[in-house]
């Protein structure tokens, strides 16, 4: 089973979910489904990079599996690793229990038996802690899995991402080889705060995503706000142009846009001019430099 029929199949149907895409963003979307590769998805935060994968699993029904990274996620986290509290409590009731943990001799004395049939009970799927990576190899449904943030891990863990990522399998040496059934629909994020490596970009298709452009953005807010004048809308959208042209902290992302537009239609303003614009600065921009710089530059007049 396909994940999209074409890259306007794509569109519509990510539409339909509530995201909105450009042509490149739907042809890219639609070359991963169908050629199962990796989609590496780069861009500064807050452009939709991850919505987009979450799109994904709404438009196609899939089941969304996420690995979220970070400094310090290690294999156990990622991938999988054995429940040994219960692995111990298995181990201690074998030993107490003398017609399995010893035989008796004829002369009435006892002798401890093999281990070897405990060793293969306690390493089976009774005691394994799936984590993201084999969680989503292991589904036999449609699969969305989101790598966010990958850029954020060790670079280690690529090695890790290079295995599992080839050939969409994993080898649990105490198991054998587990391989996927039906290859899930792979999202990588990355805000590009590291050069990721040659051979992790070389497994996956690759987006660059930006800011939208303010007739797209305007679009979006309509979508995810209805009911927002179109005048707001346009004002709004070329307030926040000119706070991305500053040296912010965190330039507003899309999903501030949003809340803004949200802020605006709950407070019943109509007009953003400098005041409502002062008054409503902490629902786009969350650091006090941040707001002290817009107030500067958009002559604001006010904190």
Known sequence: MTWFDSPADVATRLDASGYLTDPATATTTFLAGALEKPLLLE????????????????ATGAELVRLQCYEGLDEARALYEWNYKKQLLAIQAYGAQPQRGTATTVDGNHQPQPWNDLDHSIFTDEFLLTRPLLTAIRREAQTVLLIDEVDKTDIEVEGLLLEVLSDFQVTIPELGTVAATRRPFVVLTSNASRELSEALKRRCLYLHLDYPDAKREREILHKQVPGLDDRIAEQLVATVGRLRDLELKKAPSIAESVDWARTLIALEIRDLDEVAIAETLGAVLKHQSDHQRAVKELKLGRS
């Open 43 to 58: 861009g500064p935060a807050g452009v939709g990079k991850t919505e987009l994968a979450k799109a994904v699993s709404r």
